[in-house]
């Protein structure tokens, strides 16, 4: 399995991490002795289904630790462009994998378990898509107060994973829909109002079920999608705000 690591992104005065990156990107806050990006390069060296690195918008004066070479690659402007930049260099790279993994630098709890975990699913599923969530119970449980978003269906209440999976032929930027679902990833409304309003008014109403989300999702995309749940809240547990800093600092940290 391939892995493209996402990197960019720097906190504006207007962000209320910007206090504490003073500037730099978010990839170099300092999360219980470490950059926040290496806590994701370790979990990948360690996991052992993981072949072929991206890493996309890291500065290029970030001083990182990897045991294999790696392939990095500048931001280029916003999340789509670099992973379909990332998907065309692996392609180019000559790699053997049907399947990548498209994981953002700021979940820094994320173990290698957790993504061997992922690839055994990902490898069984055989979809175009994999697209990882977390129900409230599991969070609150293993994070309690982070204050995460949720989207409330009738069988679940849910949020969005930072460590999903596609199919390398089916990253096409060709595909407005793929574009737009991406760039709307913090805000799911915004993204079932781009999968059809109906779907909207439905999720709205809480009317529609988790697997009937997923078959809307699939026949709008035109590809074959699954949503999986997982009960690694960490994959998850991404660091927006200072208080998310503070929860995932505290759980590194008792480890």
């Known amino acids: 399995?391939?892995?493209?690591?996402?990197?960019?992104?720097?906190?504006?005065?207007?962000?209320?991490?910007?206090?504490?990156?003073?500037?730099?990107?978010?990839?170099?806050?300092?999360?219980?002795?470490?950059?926040?990006?290496?806590?994701?390069?370790?979990?990948?060296?360690?996991?052992?289904?993981?072949?072929?690195?991206?890493?996309?918008?890291?500065?290029?004066?970030?001083?990182?630790?990897?045991?294999?070479?790696?392939?990095?690659?500048?931001?280029?402007?916003?999340m789509v462009s670099n992973i379909l930049t990332g998907a065309h260099t692996l392609k180019n790279s000559g790699s053997s994998s049907d399947y990548v993994i498209v994981m953002a630098s700021d979940v820094p709890a994320v173990t290698g378990e957790m993504i061997d975990w992922l690839s055994e699913q990902v490898l069984s599923l055989q979809a175009d898509i994999v697209y990882t969530v977390v129900t409230r119970s599991v969070m609150e449980n293993q994070f309690p107060g982070a204050n995460r978003s949720f989207l409330r269906l009738k069988d679940y209440e849910i949020c969005g994973g930072d460590v999903n999976a596609f199919k390398l032929d089916s990253i096409n930027?060709?595909?407005?829909?793929?574009?737009?679902?991406?760039?709307?990833?913090?805000?799911?409304?915004?993204?079932?109002?781009?999968?059809?309003?109906?779907?909207?008014?439905?999720?709205?109403?809480?009317?529609?079920?988790?697997?009937?989300?997923?078959?809307?999702?699939?026949?709008?995309?035109?590809?074959?999608?699954?949503v999986l749940p997982t009960n690694f809240a960490e994959i998850a547990m991404d660091v927006d705000k200072p208080h998310q800093l503070d929860l995932l600092v505290k759980k590194l940290t008792s480890n």
């Open 173 to 226: 930027e060709e595909n407005p829909i793929w574009r737009q679902l991406i760039n709307s990833r913090k805000n799911v409304l915004k993204q079932a109002a781009i999968l059809g309003f109906d779907t909207l008014f439905l999720i709205l109403l809480r009317l529609l079920t988790l697997s009937q989300a997923e078959r809307r999702i699939s026949r709008r995309l035109g590809l074959k999608g699954k």
């Open 1 to 78: 399995m391939d892995v493209i690591l996402t990197a960019g992104g720097t906190p504006d005065e207007k962000d209320p991490l910007y206090a504490y990156t003073n500037g730099k990107s978010k990839a170099h806050l300092n999360v219980a002795g470490k950059v926040m990006v290496q806590w994701a390069l370790d979990a990948l060296a360690s996991a052992k289904s993981i072949e072929n690195i991206v890493v996309i918008g890291l500065p290029d004066d970030t001083q990182i630790n990897f045991p294999r070479p790696i392939l990095r690659l500048q931001d280029q402007g916003d």
